[in-house]
């Protein structure tokens, strides 16, 4: 059974272009954790879906930011006009809804260098 | 809003060394909670999951308490070794399927 897969692994974009950061979650997993660190910093909460629903996305910056998990395919995680501030790791999570842990499992991360 | 600390920030000790690792959290409304271990840019290892419900929970030479009450979880690891060098994260969680809240993490250093 597959982890939590996150490609690409490594990202380099120049200022203004766009960057997609994409979540497989585990099998029979339905729910789809994105979490940030910046350098220095702890995890910090962005986004919760679960298949073609946004649950909660109170940690979510207000522009540029978008994040979607269609019935099919991965989740995205979408940043558009990238600036250096978002330079910074993104941790994919999945959960299954089968209790009674829900336990939280994280892919390996996408690096994201903003150049 | 909850707010995690995780004590000391950093530790370095000799292989052997019996060791705590300490994390509160401001909210004891809590429905369990998650110890990770993070190697130097890698991802999140989940090491054991402790029920609000639970005291304690262990996992070979693991073992993590929860006070909630009190809003403090400890990670104990016994006999330290220089593989258990890495960064260590707690993470509690307010609903089911909510998200999880983290600290900065302690990061712990094992020597020969």
């Known amino acids: 059974n597959a982890g939590v897969m996150q490609n690409p692994r490594h990202l380099v974009r120049r200022r203004g272009q766009e960057a997609r950061l994409r979540c497989s979650p585990m099998k029979g997993h339905s729910h789809v954790y994105w979490y940030r660190q910046l350098p220095e910093e702890g995890l910090k909460f962005m986004v919760y879906l679960q298949k073609e629903n946004i649950i909660d996305e109170s940690g979510m910056p207000k522009e540029r930011f978008s994040a979607e998990f269609p019935k099919e395919g991965p989740s995205i995680l979408r940043i558009q006009q990238v600036v250096r501030g978002d330079s910074a790791a993104y941790f994919c999570a999945s959960s299954t809804y089968r209790g009674p842990n829900y336990e939280q499992y994280f892919g390996p991360g996408t690096r994201l260098t903003v150049t | 809003k909850q707010e995690v600390t995780q004590i000391p920030a950093a530790l370095s000790v000799p292989e052997g060394e019996n060791l705590v690792l300490n994390c509160s959290f401001t909210d004891s409304a809590i429905y369990n909670l998650q110890w990770f271990r993070q190697d130097p840019g890698k991802g999140l290892t989940s090491l054991l999951l402790?029920?609000?419900?639970?005291r304690e929970q262990t996992s070979g030479r693991l073992n993590a308490s929860l006070d909630k009450s009190s809003g403090r979880s400890t990670l104990y690891i016994a006999a330290s070794q220089p593989g258990d060098s890495a960064t260590y994260l707690c993470?509690?969680?307010?609903?089911?399927?909510?998200?999880?809240?983290f600290g900065r993490g302690t990061q712990l250093t094992v020597w020969p």
């Open positions: 402790i029920q609000s419900s639970q």
């Open positions: 993470g509690p969680r307010g609903s089911t399927l909510g998200r999880l809240y």
